[in-house]
Nanobody, 120 residues
Framework: QVQLEESGGGSVQAGGSLRLSCAAS????????MGWYRQNPGQQRDMVAT???????KYADSVKGRFTISSDNAKNTVFLQMNSLKPEDTAVYYC??????????????WGQGTQVTVSS
């Protein structure tokens, strides 16, 4: 079993910055992908940024140039630096990890979510 522990988030004014962190813990696993999704009430959960084990990075068009995803592979941790925040970035942000366990089975794991609120 793998656990994801998120930190960061909070409230900020438009134009401000926040940094999210997510650490994966457990035993006998390898990470295929880690990233961040966001969701508002009544809406679908959308991908914000994802980093793959080979270093490939994908961003949602809405955050390109403002958000940066990075990882510390030794600590199984992923970060999301969010700059130039806009009110429309307000959402609950969820950490996601695509994990391959000791048996070679792939599973998706989710963090508990952290609220990001951007005021105008």
């Amino acid at each position: 079993q793998v656990q994801l522990e998120e930190s960061g988030g909070g409230s900020v004014q438009a134009g401000g910055s926040l940094r999210l962190s997510c650490a994966a813990s457990g035993s006998d696993f390898s990470i295929y992908t880690m990233g961040w999704y966001r969701q508002n009430p009544g809406q679908q959960r959308d991908m914000v940024a994802t980093i793959f084990a080979d270093g490939t990075i994908k961003y949602a068009d809405s955050v390109k140039g403002r958000f940066t995803i990075s990882s510390d592979n030794a600590k199984n941790t992923v970060f999301l630096q969010m700059n130039s925040l806009k009110p429309e970035d307000t959402a609950v942000y969820y950490c996601n990890a695509g994990i391959i366990d000791y048996a070679g089975v792939y599973n998706d794991y989710w963090g508990q979510g952290t609220q990001v609120t951007v005021s105008s």
